[in-house]
């Protein structure tokens, strides 16, 4: 049934004329009669006033009809497990973001901490580091020799990645002897302490400009002569405890 219909048949049951049920109500007679044919409906706090007259729910009044106490609590059941669901949910995603940023912090740590002790294993998948080409002054054959009990034929020396004599790496990497090159430099393709190719090359196909700063690295770390050295760094130590190195080590041109 419709409000309408509901109001008139409570105010007939209730045996009370329309200005009775006003009075009862705090409205005029012509409001009554507004609700009775359609054109009005009351507010809220008329409507309980209404519900508590005649002794009918609130949602009967409103609605036309009862609502089942075991629906309701089925509604409220209902919206009580969504809320819960939705926590959970939120919870399992707040820990997969957290166990995402905890696994990219400790990957960028990794590569850092592998950056900086030399370890070519983690340079060579860093997406950080570029392939660089680089040079310096073969060693003896003693030192290269595969058949060295020592080391193997590996040697470590201090590589200059460009021509400016401002990016150095400390390289570590086995080329075999000396198969008759005159003059002979290393050639390494490497991304950071990770070699991927060396070479043996014979000094007349490298520049001056890196011949200078090989000879300049050289002195610096071999010889106790280090006049006509440009160096801003404070000492030798540096070098020998780091495995790359973005300082000028130059040689001055003495006239």
């Given at each position: 049934m419709s409000f309408e219909q509901d109001i008139k048949q409570l105010r007939l049951q209730k045996k009370m004329t329309q200005q009775e049920l006003a009075d009862e109500v705090h409205v005029s007679r012509q409001t009554v009669s507004t609700w009775e044919t359609g054109k009005n409906y009351p507010s809220l706090d008329v409507l309980r006033r209404l519900s508590d007259l005649f002794d009918v729910s609130f949602e009967k009044i409103m609605f036309g009809e009862e609502i089942d106490m075991k629906d309701k609590q089925k509604s409220i059941a209902e919206a009580i497990d969504q809320d819960v669901s939705l926590k959970h949910r939120y919870k399992r995603l707040t820990m997969i973001l957290g166990s995402?940023?905890?696994?990219?912090?400790?990957?960028?740590?990794?590569?850092?901490?592998?950056?900086?002790?030399?370890?070519?294993?983690?340079?060579?998948?860093?997406p950080f580091l570029q392939y660089k080409v680089?040079?310096?002054?073969?060693?003896?054959?003693?030192?290269?020799?595969?058949?060295?009990k020592t080391n193997?034929?590996?040697?470590?020396?201090?590589?200059?990645?460009?021509?400016?004599?401002?990016?150095w790496t400390k390289l570590t990497l086995t080329t075999g002897l000396n198969p008759g090159v005159k003059d002979p430099y290393v050639m390494a393709y490497h991304?950071?302490?990770?070699?991927?190719?060396?070479?043996?090359?014979?000094?007349?196909?490298?520049?001056?400009?890196?011949?200078?700063?090989?000879s300049a690295i050289t002195r610096l770390m071999y010889s106790?002569?280090?006049?006509?050295?440009?160096?801003?760094?404070?000492?030798?130590?540096?070098?020998?405890n780091k495995k790359h190195f973005n300082k000028v080590i130059q040689e001055l041109v003495v006239q």
């Open positions: 995402i940023f905890v696994l990219l912090v400790l990957w960028l740590g990794m590569l850092l901490v592998g950056y900086q002790k030399g370890i070519d294993t983690i340079d060579r998948m860093n680089a040079y310096t002054k073969m060693p003896s054959d003693k030192v290269t020799n595969p058949n060295n193997h034929g590996y040697w470590t020396k201090w590589f200059s990645d460009n021509d400016m004599g401002t990016e991304k950071g302490s990770y070699v991927k190719i060396a070479r043996i090359v014979p000094g007349s196909s490298v520049s001056t400009v890196m011949k200078s700063n090989v106790k002569d280090h006049d006509n050295l440009s160096m801003n760094f404070q000492s030798v130590k540096d070098l020998k």
